[in-house]
């Protein structure tokens, strides 16, 4: 299993935890992930205008670049992977677009692009290619946590472009903790918005939405929450300090990236697992639980 790993801006700055935790898994995995040459930010988000070609040249750019090298891209952040499975959507449905962009590319890359290259999230190829039986089989530790799974917006909406799994009732991150030893606690606001990039200027829109996911989630008996997006863990994990303060009730709760469980129960040591730049200390629970 050999792919071009594409980081994204956020996984080499804020998030190189997310970062460090998905390559080491992949090496202890099997898969071969290449980082994409001279790769370039996505955009972060998906045009909301239809006409709006220019936004889509990036994206489209680095697709290109993995036609080159001939391998599909994998990606670990769901706001690129957002964008890359809705921009090869439209380059491989739409002729005027796809005209549009390769001729404003062509001085760029080696031939045109329409929509060759997958573009997948870790997530879809440790079920798809890799196997959740054969990934259970490779753990080393059974991790004895109930690990809420918390899927947010951009891994699952739209759905009909996303396609990654049901946008109401999604299983993959269950089906993904199930086989690493840990107990999916579903709950009812596995797919509700955080609240994204209102953080940055409606911070109590922010910290109500965090609120009520992390609530729910306590209810529904989790020790733990898990996420696939680097903007849904600020928001879960860091606003927790504002939580705290208008709800002095309130109990911190730990919130890890997929990988970071994942790297644990591979056997993988806290260096290598990223556990680290979390604002609710994330290793008590695991010590409490013998993980490490």
């Not at 690493?180 to 509700?192: L, Q, R």
Request: overall charge negative; hydrophobic content about 35%; proline content about 5%.
């Amino acid at each position: 299993m050999k792919y071009y790993y594409y980081p994204g801006c956020t996984l080499h700055t804020k998030s190189k935890n997310f970062d460090t935790s998905g390559r080491n898994c992949a090496e202890a995995l099997g898969i071969e992930l290449t980082e994409l040459p001279d790769w370039t930010c996505c955009g972060t988000v998906f045009p909301l205008a239809v006409d709006n070609m220019m936004n889509l040249v990036s994206p489209v750019r680095n697709l290109a670049k993995a036609k080159e090298g001939k391998q599909d891209m994998v990606m670990l952040c769901a706001f690129c992977y957002n964008v890359f499975k809705r921009t090869n959507k439209v380059l491989s449905t739409d002729p005027d677009a796809q005209q549009k962009i390769n001729d404003f590319l062509r001085e760029d890359v080696t031939e045109p692009y329409q929509g060759e290259v997958r573009s997948l999230h870790f997530l879809e190829v440790l079920r798809d290619e890799l196997g959740f039986e054969k990934l259970e089989a490779m753990t080393k530790k059974k991790l004895g946590i109930k690990v809420a799974p918390y899927y947010g917006c951009m891994l699952l909406r739209p759905g009909k472009e996303m396609e990654l799994d049901d946008p109401e009732q999604p299983t993959i991150l269950h089906d993904l903790l199930t086989a690493i030893g840990a107990e999916a606690m579903d709950f009812p606001y596995k797919t509700e918005c955080c609240s994204s990039y209102l953080t940055v200027n409606e911070v109590d829109t922010t910290v109500s939405l965090a609120h009520s996911i992390l609530e729910s989630a306590v209810k529904n008996g989790a020790e733990a929450i898990t996420v696939s997006c680097p903007l849904c863990f600020y928001n879960l994990d860091s606003r927790q300090k504002e939580i705290r303060e208008a709800h002095s009730e309130f109990q911190a709760l730990p919130v890890y990236y997929f990988t970071e469980l994942l790297g644990l129960a591979l056997g993988l040591g806290e260096k290598e697992c990223g556990l680290h730049d979390h604002y609710v200390d994330p290793i008590p629970l695991l010590k409490e639980k013998g993980i490490i």
